[in-house]
């Protein structure tokens, strides 16, 4: 089974198409998902605010 947006899986269990456990196990991998993006975004973040500033409007954007 693949995994549902969030919305998806709460349809699919209000309709009975998957199990309380089956939901849960999907929201759990949303979670394992929006974790590992939001780590990416962390570290995306922590690299823009050490980078050297070089003063160009162009290049230089501060976060």
């Known amino acids: ?8 899986v709460i349809r699919a ?4 198409k998957i199990t309380t456990e089956q939901a849960i196990g999907q929201i ?3 979670l394992v998902a ?8 962390e570290q995306q ?3 823009l605010r050490r980078r050297p500033h070089t003063g160009s409007p162009e290049t ?3 976060v």
Not at 13 to 16: A, Y
Request: net charge negative.
């Open 28 to 30: 759990l991998l949303l």
């Open 60 to 62: 230089d954007h501060q």
């Open 13 to 16: 269990w209000e309709l009975g």
């Open 1 to 8: 089974m693949g995994t549902y947006g969030l919305q998806g």
């Open 34 to 41: 929006l974790e590992e993006r939001l780590r990416e975004i």
């Open 45 to 47: 973040m922590e690299w």
